[in-house]
C-alpha cells in the first residue's frame, strides 16, 4: 500500500506562481512513476505532468509554466506552477504508479486526497 499526502495548494493571484509537494510512504519510492493531475468543478480529471527518472512530460495547457521533479532522497515529488491563470484552478492529485509514468487515470494505482489550487483574475 502507498500513502500519497499533499501540500502547498492555495489561492494566488493569476501570473504567480505555488509550488506542490507529495510525500510517499513505500521503501522503493525511486521507482514509481509519479504524476500530477487536476479536476476543475464539472469536468474530468485530466492530467498535468508525470516522472519516472528525471525527465518529465508535461500537458500541452501547463507546458513551460509547470515543472515536476523528485527527490527521492525525501520519497518526494513537487510541482512547481510558474504564471498561473485562473483557468488553472482545479483540485490537483498526486498520483503513484508502479509500472511508468501515470499519464491516463486509469493508469493510476495510488491516489492523494488532492489539493486546491485557485486562481483569481
Known amino acids: 500500500q502507498v500513502q500519497l499526502v499533499e501540500s502547498g495548494g492555495g489561492l494566488v493571484q493569476a501570473g504567480g506562481s505555488l509550488k506542490l509537494s507529495c510525500v510517499a510512504s513505500?521503501?522503493?519510492?525511486?521507482?514509481?512513476?509519479m504524476g500530477w493531475f487536476r479536476q476543475a468543478p464539472g469536468k474530468e480529471r485530466e492530467f498535468v505532468a508525470a516522472?519516472?527518472?528525471?525527465?518529465?512530460i508535461y500537458a500541452d495547457s501547463v507546458k513551460g509554466r509547470f515543472t515536476i521533479s523528485r527527490d527521492n532522497a525525501k520519497n518526494t515529488v513537487h510541482l512547481q506552477m510558474n504564471s498561473l491563470k485562473p483557468e488553472d484552478t482545479a483540485v490537483y492529485y498526486c498520483?503513484?504508479?508502479?509500472?511508468?509514468?501515470?499519464?491516463?487515470?486509469?493508469?493510476?494505482?495510488?491516489w492523494g486526497q488532492g489539493t486546491q489550487v485557485t486562481v483569481s483574475s
Open positions: 498520483a503513484a504508479d508502479l509500472r511508468t509514468m501515470p499519464t491516463m487515470t486509469a493508469e493510476v494505482d495510488y
Open positions: 513505500g521503501r522503493i519510492f525511486s521507482s514509481y512513476g
Open positions: 516522472i519516472r527518472w528525471s525527465s518529465g
